[in-house]
């Protein structure tokens, strides 16, 4: 138990459906990131909430669209998805941004493997 | 910039060492380590801040030489629990306070 938890942990979809990933966390921390990880690739960072402000967006299609309603919740929602979005998501929080360098340990949840069929 | 890891794989038999390293093409700020094992989250095990400090954790340490890019992940007398993925992740000098670039790993196998 690392103290952020996410669910669910798996989910099959179509890709015309529309289904959200949701991340929880209560270690008190001001930063929460949606990461990608695939077979092919590494972990990917998608997006980066800080204070509950989205400051990093590496990229993402917008088929994915995170919400950050408060300080301890981070959602992911997901639509009109295309196979190659199968992966593994994983959630994570950490006191400081990375380049704080103190206190930026980052605690990942145990992620969500999303099959797209 | 994703960094580079190597080597991508490695098997070593219980009580031996290894090393992994670590290396980026831009300046860096910081290099953090983490080990994922099968079917689990990943789990940090170290930062480094650029200064050329070297840190330790149980039997596991690594060193950063800011002027190489470069960071080192070193596993002394390894244990069956060393088994897994090693990723490191790294913060450019003067890019975004946001981003941390993982590599592609370094697949650890200890065996007995």
């Known amino acids: 138990e690392t103290g952020v938890t996410q669910t669910p942990r798996h989910l099959v979809m179509g890709m015309t459906n529309k289904k959200s990933l949701k991340c929880e966390q209560h270690?008190?921390?001001?930063?929460m990131y949606w990461y990608k990880q695939s077979a092919k690739k590494p972990l990917e960072l998608m997006f980066v909430y800080s204070l509950e402000e989205r400051v990093e967006n590496n990229s993402v299609p917008s088929r994915f669209s995170p919400e950050c309603p408060n300080s301890s919740h981070l959602f992911l929602h997901l639509h009109t998805l295309q196979p190659e979005d199968s992966a593994l998501y994983l959630c994570?929080?950490?006191?400081?941004?990375?380049?704080?360098?103190?206190?930026?340990?980052?605690?990942f949840g145990q992620g969500t493997r999303l099959t797209v069929v | 910039q994703q960094p580079v890891q190597s080597p991508q794989a490695v098997i070593l038999r219980e009580g031996e060492d290894a090393v992994i390293n670590c290396s980026s093409s831009k300046a860096l700020y910081s290099v953090h380590w983490y080990r994922q094992k099968h079917g689990e989250a990943p789990v940090f095990l170290m930062i480094l801040l650029k200064g050329g400090e070297q840190k330790g954790h149980e039997k596991i340490s690594a060193s950063f030489n800011e002027k190489k890019q470069q960071s080192s992940l070193y596993l002394t007398a390894s244990q069956l629990s060393y088994s897994g993925t090693y990723f490191c992740g790294t913060v450019e000098s003067g890019g975004s306070n946001y981003k941390l670039t993982f590599g592609k790993g370094t697949l650890l196998t200890v065996n007995p």
């Open positions: 270690l008190g921390h001001n930063a």
């Open positions: 994570a929080s950490s006191q400081a941004v990375p380049g704080q360098g103190v206190n930026t340990e980052a605690f």
